[in-house]
Each structure stands twice: as structure tokens, then as C-alpha cells.
């Protein structure tokens, strides 16, 4: 998985040019990057099967967190196939900027990032907000972006092989294309709905949160270590810093092949907080909203105040607060008690 | 045991500069700028012996200023 | 169906006594800020590139033979050597504790930096006033972009400078103001560096 990752690391740097092409460079230059394109798909199916195999020899949960992964894996999958496809350059001068490439990275991208940031989200809101996400909203939920998803991409590999061009705001009907194009906007409307219930399901579950309480820190009998604390962690995170000297120290403790953490509270150091980043977050967007209507005066207003920011971050002597370990241990204590009453 | 933050003396010791090795760097970019810019003055050579020597001497001032000019070093 | 036994290894080297004490402050920010050095360098070597590829490409206006002058540069690269030099003298107070003399050697290289840009800014403007801007051609796009980009780092390192002569100026020579000096004489080494390569590759490549 390391390796995999490290080589695709590399890879990625050399791969830019198969998104140009059909803008003019050598046959010999298309060929490297049409290589490369096709080399990083390599250590990237290691990684997808090694996903896969942990699944050997476990019993799999479908909860919300499982379907948004395996939905994640199918198109994931399919739109990396096609990239293999569109990796070819005479394939790609065929098919560029049709809807065959939208297809494509559309199902990178939704289907890849999308789905993948949906089953961390799902998988890990207990942990930071203290409360669960409703597991039915959620499921429905992800039917409607999944079922969505595939009814509104799919056609669309089709429409790209017969010829349809992307950014185009109509076409014509003598294509035939039509009912293809209705099956898409009715996926479409179905991600809608998924959207809509995944937003009401965000507000209810905020709204039910008294009752939906994870009591327990952690609601998936987790192997890694962020579920050995509270949800939501405290401000220090660890209480004692864990020792880490095999695989899954926490799922090795679970299973009695392991000691648990014995080491006593100590001091810890936290940064001190400061404003200083949300306050140069804020100019920069005037800074840039400045720059791109050609607001010279907020563009000099916002960049000067960036920089005053930074360098009022940057003066002083201040810049830790110390918990002493007796303060750890009298809040870790009211938090116990507070938990078993 | 508490968080141990490095006095202004502990730092001030791990500090490996020195007046010798900094004009002994600074010695040495100019003799090596010098010979750089004189043979491309004079076109001394031509072609592509001229690129790798002045390429050769420009990598081998940047080695030595690496080596006599930035004094903290990694691991300390 | 047998149940499969993982057999974690445990690291016989792995301490199991608490750790009694952090990396210091210290140590992790030069760390953390020769990181950034290092993204530094692919940001200069990614406009290295570009500039190597497309050094050539004149678009039938000037080359680099009939725009850059030698004496220019080198009085540049002199300049830079120069503060290079004063900034490790800085460095060298600052070890001893001497705050005036850590000042003194600071606004020395501040100066030297200013008149770096200035030289550089005027040969700038003259590029820009001549019709030469980086519009005119590849070559050109790729010129300012390298040597820009350079320049607007010395322009962050003197206004660094200026903030760090006032640090010092309020509070002397503590523990964070001598570790911001540190990395401080990091990045005006680095930006000497740099140039070494620009000067070489650039000016003196672009003279033959």
C-alpha cells in the first residue's frame, strides 16, 4: 500500500499532458504521457484490491459508511477504466471533449471523491461532533445518489461514443439522442433528491442529537486509535499519549493480545489559540475577490491587513499553554463520572 | 516529567557557524563568480565546453555556500 | 473455518516508558522550515523548466543576447554575495547575545537587499517601457516569471528583516526572536543559492 502510494506520488507529477493531447505536441510526447497515464493505473489497482482484501476473513456491516466505500469502489473502478481508454491519444483525439470525457471524470471525481469524502464523513461525524448522522436518511439517501449517479453517467459513455460534443447547449433532434438525454436528467433529478435528503438528514440529526448521543467514543468497534476517545475529543485529544510498538495497538488490546495503556497522566503543551488564522482566511477572500474585479483599493486594504496578521502571529514570546497533569486528571475524572451517571 | 523546551544558550551552542567558515564561503563564491562571469565575458571557450564549465562551477558554488552557509543543521 | 490469527509483532525497540520529553520548539521549526525550503526549490525548479524550455521562443522579438546585460548581473549576484555575508555576521552576533551588533549586520543586509531589488526593479521597468513586458513572448513569460518570482521573495525577506530589526529593537534576544533570526538566515541563503543558478543559467547562458 506504502509503495503503491509513493509510486503513484512520483507518477502523478508526469502524467499532465494527457489532458492536452489534441493541442499540438509530437506524437513522441503523447506517447510518454499516454505511458505514464497508463503506469499509474497500475500501483492505483493495488491499492483498490488491497481495499477490497481487507474484507477477507470479516464480517462486513453494510451501514451507511460500507455502501458509500463499495459505491466508491464500482465507480471509482469505471472511471478508471475509461481513463485507461482515454489514455490512449488515438482513442483521446477520437473522443476529447465529448461527453464520453465527462463521463469519465465525472465518475473520478463524484464517484471517487465524492463517494470516498461521504464515507468519511459518515464513518467518522460520530467522533467529531459527539452525535450520530440518522442511519436510515443516510441510506436512503445514498440509494438516490447512487442509483442517480449511474442513471445520469452512464448514457452519457454512450452519447460520447456517438459523437456528442460537451458545452453545448442544445442538439439537435434529428441525433436521436433524445431519450438518452431524458434517462440523464432523470438520474440527475434523483441525485437531486439524494441531496435534498441528505441535507434534511443533516438538520434532523442535529436537531434529534440529545438523543442519538455516542456515548461510547467509539460506535464501530474500531482497530485505530481515534476511537479510544471520547466523541468529541477533548481539547487535548489524548489524555496519555498512546504507546504505538505493533499494528492496531487498540484493536490488539480489544482482542486481550495486549496489555492496555498503562502510561500516567503528564503535562501537555498546546499551542495557543489565535484568531490570527481565521482573520487572514477572511482577507485573502476580500484579497481575492479584489484581485479578480480589479479592486486595487481592497486588494492594497486586504493584502496589507494579511500581512500585519502574519506578522502579529509571528511576534511574541507566548506561544504554549500548559494543561498540568493534575488538570488532565480532574477533567478526565469529570468526564467519567459525567458518562456513568 | 514536563515538556523540555531548549534554553536561549542550548540553542545558541547548537549554533555551527563560524567567522572562518563564512569567509571561507564567501572567498570562494566570489573566486568561483568571478571565473564564471570572466569566461563568458572573454568567451575564453565556445559551445557546449563553455555551458558545462560554467553549469559545473555555478553547481559547485551552490555545494560550497550549502555547506559554509546554512548552519543548522538536520538532526540537531 | 480455521480463525485466522494475526500474529502482531511487536517493535522490541519501541520505548515503553512514557516519552518524558517532546522535540523541542526549536528543532521542529528548523525542521518544519527546511521542509518548506525544500517545496521552495520545486516552485524555482518548476519555473527552472519552464524557462529552459521556452528560453527560445522569442515570438520574433528580442532574445536574451540583445536584452541582458552582464555587468548588470553581475553587480546583482554581488550585492546578494554580499548580504549573504552580512547576514551570517548578523547570525554570528546574534549567537553572542550582542543585540546591537545583531541589528547592526541585519540593516547592512537590508540595505544591500534593497538596492538588489531596486537594480532589478529598474531593469524591470526598462524591459516594460521598451515594449518588452512579459507578454511579449514565451522567453519573456518565462523571465519574469523565474526572476520575478525571485524578486518577490527578497521583497518578503527585507519586509521579514524590517519586522525582525524590530523585534529586536523591543525585546532583544529571547529564545523565539533567536530561532526566527535562524530560519530568517535560512531563507536569505536559500534565496542566495537561487540565484546562483539564475545568474548562471539565465544571464550568463543567455549572453553566449
Known amino acids: 500500500m506504502v509503495w503503491a502510494l509513493i509510486v503513484i506520488t512520483f507518477l502523478s507529477f508526469i502524467v499532465w499532458l494527457h489532458h492536452f493531447f489534441t493541442m499540438g505536441a509530437s506524437p513522441n510526447v503523447n506517447a510518454f504521457f499516454a505511458i505514464m497515464t497508463m503506469l499509474i493505473a497500475i500501483p492505483t489497482g493495488v491499492k483498490l484490491f488491497n481495499w477490497l482484501f481487507t474484507k477477507f476473513r470479516g464480517r462486513v456491516h453494510f451501514m451507511s459508511p460500507m455502501l458509500w466505500f463499495f459505491a466508491f469502489m464500482l465507480n471509482f473502478s469505471i472511471g478508471g477504466m475509461t ?29 471517487g471523491v465524492l463517494f470516498g469524502f461521504f464515507c468519511g464523513f ?44 460537451r458545452r453545448l447547449d442544445h442538439y439537435e433532434a434529428s441525433t436521436g439522442w433524445h431519450p438518452l438525454f431524458v434517462l440523464v436528467a432523470f438520474g440527475a433529478f434523483i441525485i437531486l433528491c ?38 468529541p475529543p477533548p481539547f487535548y485529544n489524548f489524555a496519555k499519549t498512546p504507546i504505538v510498538d505493533q499494528l492496531d495497538p487498540l484493536w490488539a488490546t480489544k482482542r486481550g493480545q495486549a496489555p492496555p495503556q498503562q502510561a500516567d497522566y503528564e503535562d501537555i503543551h498546546m499551542p495557543k489559540n489565535s484568531p490570527m488564522g481565521i482573520y487572514m482566511g477572511i482577507f485573502s477572500l476580500l484579497f481575492g475577490f479584489a484581485a479578480v474585479w480589479y479592486m486595487l483599493w481592497l486588494a492594497l486594504l486586504s493584502g496589507v491587513a494579511i500581512v500585519v496578521c502574519a506578522i502579529i502571529r509571528t511576534t511574541g514570546e507566548d506561544e504554549h499553554d500548559l494543561i498540568s497533569k493534575e488538570e488532565i486528571r480532574a477533567l478526565e475524572e469529570a468526564r467519567l463520572r459525567k458518562g456513568t451517571a | 516529567m514536563s515538556h523540555e523546551e531548549i534554553s536561549l544558550r542550548e540553542m545558541q551552542k547548537e549554533w555551527h557557524g563560524s567567522l572562518s ?37 555555478a553547481l559547485t558554488q551552490a555545494i560550497l555556500q550549502l555547506i559554509f552557509f546554512s548552519t543548522p543543521r538536520l538532526g540537531s | 473455518m480455521k480463525p485466522l490469527t494475526i500474529h502482531h509483532t511487536r517493535d522490541p525497540n519501541a520505548t515503553t516508558a512514557p516519552p518524558d520529553s517532546h522535540q ?51 553587480i546583482e549576484t554581488m550585492i546578494l554575495l554580499f548580504s549573504s555575508v552580512s547576514c551570517g555576521f548578523a547570525m554570528l552576533a546574534a549567537v553572542k547575545s550582542q543585540k546591537n551588533q545583531t541589528i547592526a549586520w541585519l540593516a ?30 514565451a522567453f519573456l513569460s518565462a523571465f519574469f516569471s523565474l526572476v520575478g518570482t525571485h524578486g518577490l521573495h527578497i521583497s518578503v525577506g527585507l519586509l521579514w528583516m524590517a519586522t525582525m530589526i524590530g523585534q529586536l529593537t523591543f525585546s532583544g534576544i529571547t529564545i523565539a526572536i533567536f530561532r526566527r533570526l535562524v530560519i530568517f538566515s535560512m531563507f536569505w541563503h536559500f534565496l542566495d543559492l537561487i540565484w546562483i543558478f539564475i545568474f548562471t543559467f539565465v544571464y550568463l547562458m543567455g549572453v553566449i
Open chain 1, 194 to 231: 439524494g441531496v435534498v435528503i441528505q441535507m434534511y438528514g443533516l438538520l434532523k440529526s442535529i436537531l434529534d442529537r440529545k438523543d442519538n448521543l455516542d456515548l461510547t467514543g467509539d460506535p464501530w468497534n474500531g482497530r485505530t486509535l481515534e476511537w479510544s476517545v471520547p466523541s
Open chain 1, 122 to 165: 459518515t464513518y467518522w461525524f460520530p467522533k467529531f461532533t459527539g452525535f450520530f448522522l440518522s442511519e436510515k436518511l443516510n441510506r436512503y439517501a445514498f440509494w438516490c445518489w447512487f442509483s442517480g449517479f449511474l442513471l445520469a453517467f452512464m448514457p452519457l459513455y454512450m452519447l460520447g461514443f456517438m459523437g456528442a460534443t
Open chain 3, 24 to 74: 523541542d520548539t526549536y528543532s521542529k521549526t528548523v525542521l518544519g522550515f527546511w521542509i518548506y525550503l525544500m517545496t521552495d526549490c520545486l516552485l524555482f525548479a518548476s519555473f527552472f523548466a519552464t524557462y529552459v524550455v521556452l528560453h527560445e521562443s522569442t515570438a520574433s522579438g528580442p532574445s536574451s543576447q540583445e536584452l541582458f546585460s552582464l555587468s548588470t548581473a553581475f
Open chain 3, 108 to 137: 547592512v543586509t537590508f540595505i544591500l537587499g534593497l538596492s538588489f531589488l531596486a537594480i532589478e526593479g529598474h531593469e524591470f521597468f526598462t524591459l516594460v517601457q521598451e515594449g518588452n513586458s512579459w507578454s511579449r513572448s
Open chain 2, 21 to 57: 567558515g563564512y569567509l571561507c564561503g564567501f572567498i570562494a563564491s566570489i573566486v568561483l563568480t568571478a571565473i564564471s562571469f570572466g569566461i563568458v565575458a572573454t568567451r575564453a571557450l565556445s559551445g557546449p565546453s563553455l555551458k558545462y564549465t560554467v553549469a559545473s562551477l
Open chain 1, 83 to 111: 481513463g485507461i481508454l482515454l489514455s490512449a491519444p488515438p482513442v483521446d483525439y477520437q473522443v476529447h471533449n465529448s461527453l464520453f470525457l465527462i463521463a469519465h471524470f465525472h465518475g473520478m471525481v463524484i464517484g
